[in-house]
C-alpha cells in the first residue's frame, strides 16, 4: 500500500518535473526563433517588420551588416542631427547614419573598419557565388559599380578626441557578442528580454498597428534648449589674468596624437584606399573654447590639431573639413545646448558646405586655418561670456 | 562561473545532473568523480588559478584530518597540536589571499610608509571554504570516530553548489549523505523540488535583486545628485538587494543540491521578520553564524564566564564576523555596530528579565514594545548598518545618511528613477500608471515597488516555505481521487515555473543604457 503511494507520488512528480523543462525550453526556443525571425537589430538579416532605429551600440553593428549603401555616415552625438536624405540628395548617394553618443576615435573608427570590412566580405561571398568562379575583389567592383560597396565615408574627427589617449572609450560594457561571428555568444542577443519587449515586440506592434519605421533622419536626432546659459552651463567664471597658454603641447603628447592616429584611423584608410574618407572638424562654440582658455590650454589645442591635420592631410583619400574658423556660427550661443553641442540647422549647413567642397583643409591650407584660428582665440576677450555663466 | 549565467543554465547544471545519476548507475564511485570533475570545472572556469590554490589546500587539511583521526588517534596532545596547527594554517592562507593589501595599507598609513602592495588573487570561495575546512579539522578534533575518504572530503569542499557562497556545510551533514545508498539514484520528488526551489533563486536573483541594484549602483555612483527621497531608496533598495542577492544564491545552492540528492542546511529564514537584532542574527546567514557560534563563540567561553565576558565574546565575534565579510574598516565598522546592537539587546534583556516587581501595565507595555516597536527599530538598524556595509567607506555611508536630514525632499533623484525606469518589468508597471502618480512625483514608482518588496519580506513565506507548501500539495494529490483537478493543479503549477525560469533566463542578459549625460 506504501510502495503504490510511493509510486504515484514518484509519478506526478515525474510528470510535474518533465511538463517543466520541456515547457521551459519550449518557451525558450520560441523566444530564440521569434528573436531571430524578426531581428530587432539586423544581426542576421534584412529588416522584415517595420523597426525602431534605437540603442545605437546594440543597432549599428547590424544596420552596417545588413542594409544596402554606399556612404557611411558616422560620428558621436555632434553626428545625431545629421540627415542622410539631404546629403543623398546633395550627393546622389544612399547612406547611413551610425550615431554612437560618446564615442571617441577609438569606437568610432573600430566601428567604421568593421563596417567596411563587412562589405569586402558581402563582395567576396558573392563573387564566389557567381558562375565564373571565385573573382577578386578587385574585379567584382570594377565589373558592378561599386554597387552595395562603401565609396564614402563621413566621420566625425572631434579634435578633442584625437588628442586622448589611443584606447580611449567611455564605456566598459559593449555588446562585443553582436559585434563578431562567434553564434554561440548570440544567446545573449537571443534570450535577450531587452531585445525581445525593446526589439522585436515593439516591431511587430509597430508593423501591425501600420506605423512607419524610424528614418535615418530621425535616428538619435535631438531638439534641446539652447541659448547663451545652456551654452556656458559647464563654464567656471572666466578670469581675465588666466594664461590660456599655459600648457604646451609636450613630447608625450604628440607621440600620443601619432599613436592615436596611426593605431586607430590609419590602418581603416590604408586598407581602403579606394574609398573617400571626409573627416569633419565640428564647430565647437564659443564656450568651448572658453573651457580651453580656463583650462590654460589654447596653445596646447591648437598645436594639437595643427600636428593632427598635418598627418591626416597626407592621405589621397582622406579630405578633411573644419568649421572652427566659421566664427559667425561659433559665436552664436544661440545654436548651442552646450558648449559642443550645436543644433540641427547647423547640421544641415554643414552638410550644404562639404557637399559644395567648401571648408576643406589640406595639405597647403592646414596651418592657415590653425593660424587663423590661433589669431583668433589668443587675443578673445573671453570675459564676455560671465554674464551667461553662473556661479 | 555563476548560477545566472547561459553556459551555467545550458551546458553546466544539464550535464553534471544527467552525467552524474548516468554514470552511478555504473558506478558509484565513478559518478562521485564525476561530480568532483564537474565542481573542479566550476571552480577553474574563470581562473584556473583558483584550482591551484583550492587543491593543495583540500590535500593538506585532508592530511591533517587524517593525522588527527588516523596516526595521533589515541594521542590527545598531539591530536590537539595538529588541529591548532590545520587552524592557523587555514587562517594565515586566508589572511594572506584577502587581507594582506588591507594589511599593509594600514600599515603604510599609520607608519607613513610606501610598501607595495601584493595585489594577489582572491580566489574563489575562500572565505567559505575556509571555514568549512576549520570546521572539519575541529570536528574531527572533537569526534575521533570521524573518518571520510579523499574522494568524499574532496567532494565535501568543493561540492560545487554550495562552494562560491555556502551554505557553510558541515561533515556530518554532508559525508553521510554521499554514503547513503538510496541518494545515489534519481529521484523526480527530490529533482522536482531542486528545480522548485532552483527557479525560485534565480527570479529572486536576476528579477528583483539586479533591477534594484541598477536604482542603488547608479544612486552611489551619483551621489552628490541624491535627494532626501533618493537616499531613503538606497537605504531601503540595498537592503532588499542584499536579501535577495544572497538569499536567492542560497535557494539556488539548495535546489541544486536537491538536484543531486542532496540536503544542504537552509541559510535564511526571513531574516527582515526578527523582532530583535538576536533573532535577525538566527534568521540571516545561518550556517555562518552557526559556524561563529560554534567555532569562536563557545571556544571563548560562550556565556558561561560571566556578564562582562560575555559581551566581550560577542563583540569579538561580530567585530571578526565584519572582516570575514570583507577586507575594509566599514566591514569592521558594519560588525561592530552589529555587536554593539546585539549587546544592548542583551543588556535590556538581562536588566528587564531581572525585573521582579512587573505589573499588569508594565507588561502591558512591554508587550506593545515588543510586538510594535522593536521589530521597527530592529529592521531600521539593519537599514542603517547595511549602508556602512554597501559604501565604499565610513564617510561615504555618513554621507548617504545625512542626506536623508539634509538632502532636501524634492522628489526622487532623476538619475536613479532614469535607470530603474529602464528595466522592461518597470516599464510595464509604469503602464499601468493611469493616474500618472510617477509624473506627478518622479520616481514614486521605485518607492512603490521597494514598499511592496519590503512587505513581501515582512509578510509572505519565504522559498522555503513555499517549496514545502507546493511540495505538500503534490503529496497531498496523491490521496486525491479527482484527476481533473489534480492535473489542472499540476498544470498550473508547472507552467507557472517554466515562465518564471523561461523569464529569469532571458533576463540574464539585458541592454546596457549608454547614458553619455552631455549626451
Redesign the interface.
Known sequence: MRTDREANTKSIYDKWFIRTVVSAIVLVLLVMGLNILIDPYFHYHKPVTKYRLNEERYINDGIARNFDYDTIIIGNSLFQNFKTSQYDELNGTKSIKLPYSGAGVFELWNALGRAIGRNELKVDLISYDSKDGAKNVADYKSETGYKDIVKNVIICTDIEDVLRDYHWHRYNDYPTYLYDEDVLNDVKYLLNKDTLYRGTVNNIFRTVLGKESTSFDDYSSWVRVSGPEAACADISVIDPATDRCRRKLSDGDIEKIYYNIHTNMVPVIEANSDVKFKLLIPPASLAKWAEHYNKGEVDYYLDGMEYALSILTDYDNVTVYGFDNEFSITNDLNRYCDAIHYDADVSEWIFEEISAGRHEINKDNYKDYVDGLREYYLNYDFTVLNEYISD | MVFNS?VFI?LMLPISVAGYYLINRISNMGGKWFLLACSLFFVGYVNVMYLAILMPSILINYLFGFLINGVFKDNNIRRKGVTVLGVVLNLVTLGVFKYSDFFIANVNQILKKDFTLCRLILPLGISFYTFQQISFLVDYYRDNTLSCTLLEYCLYISFYPQFVQGPIVLQSEFIPQLREEIRRHW???Y??KG?YRFTLGLAKKVLIADTIAKAVDGGYDRLSEVTALGAVALILGYTLQIYFDFSAYSDMAIGLGYLFHIDLPENFNSPYKARTIDEFWDRWHITLTRFFTRYLYFPLGGSRKGRVRTYINILIVFILSGLWHGAEWSFVLWGAMHGVAMLISRLIRDISGSGKNSDDDSIKNRIAFVSIIQPCITFIFVNVAWVFFRADNTSQAIDVISKVFKGGWNGMTEYIHELFGKV?EI?WLLRLDVLNLNDKVPGIILIFVLIALMFICMLTHNSKELTDRWADR??M???TNEVGG?SLT??V???T???L???S??????????I?W??
Do not use: E, Q
Open positions: 547561459y545550458f529521484d523526480s520528488r529533482a522536482s528545480l522592461v516599464a503534490i503529496n494529490m496523491t490521496d489534480r499540476l498544470l503549477s508547472s507552467a515555473m517554466a515562465v525560469l523561461t523569464w533566463i532571458v533576463s540574464l542578459g539585458g541592454v546596457t543604457s549608454y553619455y552631455n549626451f
